[in-house]
């Protein structure tokens, strides 16, 4: 198997932990159904990224509620860049596959689909 990596990001309203929450689990799940034959025992690990506004809540506490409890995550602030999109989480998932790179569908939900047009055209 190869290791590759599945990007993903969401923007939310309102920084406020349930939004947080089911935002995150919303992009996890939409990565799920994308790539069906993500299986969680393949997963490596995963590394979130918050924008500064976002303070109410860690995205990795969805994955856990989603039962994702023996994955090792990260929650990390994303660079503060002027013109940076706000109220964003992002993902990057570490994923061991026999699938090429091309074949893994990346997902950016809301506002997000700024960040990569191009791979958000190809769900």
Known sequence: MTTRGIRGAITIEIDQ???VLSSTSELLETVQAL??????????SILFTIT???ISAYPALAARQMGWDSTPMLCVREM???DGLPLCIRV???WNTDLDQSAIQHVY?????KLRPDLA???
């Not at 069906?36 to 490596?44: A, N, R």
């Open 17 to 19: 932990e349930e939004t």
């Open 35 to 44: 790539n069906p034959s993500l299986k969680v025992k393949d997963i490596i």
């Open 52 to 54: 500064d506004d976002i």
């Open 80 to 82: 503060n860049v002027k």
């Open 92 to 94: 990057l998932i570490h």
């Open 109 to 113: 939900l809301r506002e997000a689909i």
């Open 121 to 123: 055209s190809r769900a």
